[in-house]
């Protein structure tokens, strides 16, 4: 069943959106919260104001008679571009005939990396939806509140992963029933029955589809930071920023061709992963490998297999290749991309030792969408994380947003085609957007010459093997055991992982008699329980009291400094 259907006026200056449903537009932050948008850094950003970013990353290569091209390679097949159209259009007469989707309906994905996920993305917008993609990793709480933060009522699953997706339809995290909901499923072996699935429903409709002719500032995508049960934050993505980051990083640093294979490890939730595995290829005809597990012993097969020539992953998967690339041909590789944490010096060194490759480091965020400082070639320089790609703009800056000196430490402050635009949450707007600049939350310093060196983070988010983990969110859920009295969260150095979750915690008093392992692996599996299991403390530590102010507030750095 569809979402609620409101209208409202659009912003000024704005083409005439295409939703029925307002919710997106009335979701944003006020115009004066938003940073400042520039278009004019790199010719590719001129987009006219009517644009579907579906229909340009897929209908125009096909238009332009590459349908036979190979676009995605998975285990056991591999799909042209003409099978990914003509499956995307069917998903949408679904879900527009069937399942009553109006433009501006937030629709939930949910499944791993294949191309069923690919298309359902795709159908999606192409109907004038807004794409919610989740994580396979979380849990019912998670979900559920996902779903109330972004008022979803429909989702489309693989069905291996239905179960909690129901379980988080049914009840809203106030524990009221949710109303008009529907999930449906794809990806069911072909003797279940499947009279409801997404492959049942599409087998009879059209391979042709009238496209929502979409504003370039229509929403298309709402992207999660890290899926917090807290004080999420939902990014919100336009129609135009899809493209602005097709038309940044990949054609000025990554240098990619139509004849590359791209492979990586991240999933489409991930807009690091969104854009690496499916975007950029895209936006050029190349093909992609998608892979359901790609955990580095995945991955590095599948660069052999696939002979893939671009590969997108975190730090920790490139460390952890190092030691099975005597066992590995991955001679196909030329492009080795790294985000999502910073990358040491040493792995650079290790990963260009035993490949000849030299990694290509970036930083991004989900509020901006993907990669805004990185370099690649000759113009690398191994530690630092890189220069402003074209088209954006980045300073180093003081509490007072005042430029510092180069080399010394200061918040770094971005800005360019894309933004920060929180969902339904000022507090965070005011803290992530300040003067028309985006602040990432990270300390930086910049040398003479423009690169940008990495320091450290400055707040509270956890960087653990590239997934962002929120200490408070893991707080809060240790607090729910019976056995915990009071506990704080934070991130330490680990050599393989960048960082890891650590829990200090204050046990109450009949739970002391405990045997402190048995204590650790009850509460671990308890986090592993309630929500994604990347998120749990893979160290605790027992203390008698945590450190606090003299008005009670925890003291994270002093627990910090107990592991240095």
Aim: glycine residues 8%; aromatic residues 8%; charged residues 25%.
């Amino acid at each position: 069943m569809p979402n609620e259907v409101r209208t409202a006026p659009w912003a000024p200056g704005d083409a005439r959106s295409a939703h029925r449903d307002a919710f997106g537009r009335e979701a944003l932050p006020p115009r004066e919260r938003w940073p400042r948008l520039d278009f004019t850094g790199i010719p590719e950003l001129r987009y006219p104001n009517r644009v579907n970013c579906a229909v340009e990353l897929l209908d125009r290569i096909v238009e332009r008679g590459g349908g036979d091209r190979v676009v995605i390679h998975y285990p056991g097949g591999r799909w042209i571009y003409r099978d990914l159209l003509t499956t995307a259009n069917r998903i949408a007469h679904v879900l527009v005939d069937d399942l009553g989707l109006v433009p501006g309906n937030r629709v939930l994905l949910r499944g791993p990396n294949n191309p069923m996920m690919a298309a359902c993305w795709f159908a999606v917008l192409k109907a004038g939806g807004v794409v919610v993609c989740t994580m396979p990793l979380l849990r019912t709480r998670e979900l559920v509140f996902t779903a109330d933060k972004a008022r979803i009522t429909l989702a489309l699953t693989d069905t291996r992963l239905a179960a909690e997706c129901e379980q988080a339809f049914a009840r809203r995290g106030d524990g009221t029933p949710r109303t008009g909901w529907r999930v449906v499923h794809f990806g069911a072996p072909d003797d279940a029955p499947n009279e409801t699935s997404l492959e049942q429903l599409m087998r009879d409709k059209p391979a042709e589809f009238t496209n929502v002719d979409t504003a370039a500032d229509d929403l298309a995508l709402i992207a999660f930071t890290s899926g917090t049960t807290g004080e999420g934050k939902g990014t919100m993505h336009f129609h135009r920023d899809v493209l602005a980051i097709c038309d940044c990083f990949p054609p000025y640093v990554l240098k990619a061709t139509p004849q590359d294979v791209f492979i990586g490890s991240p999933p489409f939730a991930f807009t690091f992963g969104l854009g690496g595995l499916l975007l950029f290829p895209m936006r050029i005809g190349a093909s992609t490998v998608l892979l359901e597990q790609a955990a580095p012993p995945h991955l590095i097969k599948g660069i052999q297999d696939y002979r893939a020539t671009v590969v997108f992953t975190a730090p920790t998967a490139y460390r952890a290749m190092l030691g099975m690339l005597a066992q590995h041909d991955v001679s196909s590789l030329r492009r080795c991309v790294s985000a999502g944490e910073a990358l040491p010096l040493a792995t650079y060194e290790a990963w260009q030792a035993a490949t000849g490759l030299k990694i290509i480091d970036g930083i991004g965020a989900t509020e901006m969408l993907h990669i805004f400082i990185s370099a690649s070639d000759d113009d690398i320089r191994p530690g630092a994380t890189g220069t402003v790609v074209p088209g954006y703009d980045a300073r180093v800056v003081d509490e007072e947003m005042r430029d510092v000196p180069d080399g010394e430490i200061g918040r770094l402050a971005v800005r360019g085609p894309t933004g920060c635009r929180y969902l339904h949450n000022e507090e965070r707007q005011r803290a992530y957007v300040s003067d028309g600049w985006n602040l990432t939350g990270d300390s930086y310093k910049r040398d003479a010459d423009g690169y940008f060196w990495y320091q450290a983070r400055t707040d509270d988010m956890i960087i653990s093997s590239g997934y962002n983990i929120s200490g408070p969110e893991v707080e809060s859920v240790l607090l729910e055991h019976p056995a915990v009295l009071e506990c704080g969260v934070v991130g330490v150095p680990d050599p393989e992982r960048g960082q890891i979750v650590k829990a200090y915690v204050v046990l109450r008093p009949d739970a002391r008699a405990w045997a402190a392992k048995d204590m650790v692996k009850l509460l671990q599996d308890y986090v592993k329980s309630q929500i994604a299991p990347y998120k749990y403390p893979r160290a605790i530590e027992f203390l008698d009291a945590l450190p606090r102010t003299a008005t009670g507030k925890l003291q994270r750095y002093r627990l910090r400094e107990l592991t240095t």
